[in-house]
């Protein structure tokens, strides 16, 4: 999971590390187009997304 893009609010985004924080794992995203915060989700959500925003 670690290395792949998402299409997301218009921008792609990198997964850059995950990890876990009271049984919940999350997931860094850094993007790719603008320098912005890192975004941090959850991974079920990048999971329910995959099919439709996922790049590579």
Not at 25 to 33: E, I, M, S, V, Y
Request: overall charge positive.
């Amino acid at each position: 999971m670690i290395g792949q893009v998402y299409q997301l609010q218009g921008m792609q985004w990198k997964v850059r590390d995950i990890f876990c924080k009271r049984n919940v794992k999350f997931a860094r995203l850094q993007c790719l187009d603008e320098r912005k915060q890192p975004w941090i989700v959850i991974v079920d959500f990048l999971d329910l997304v995959a099919k439709v925003r996922r790049i590579s």
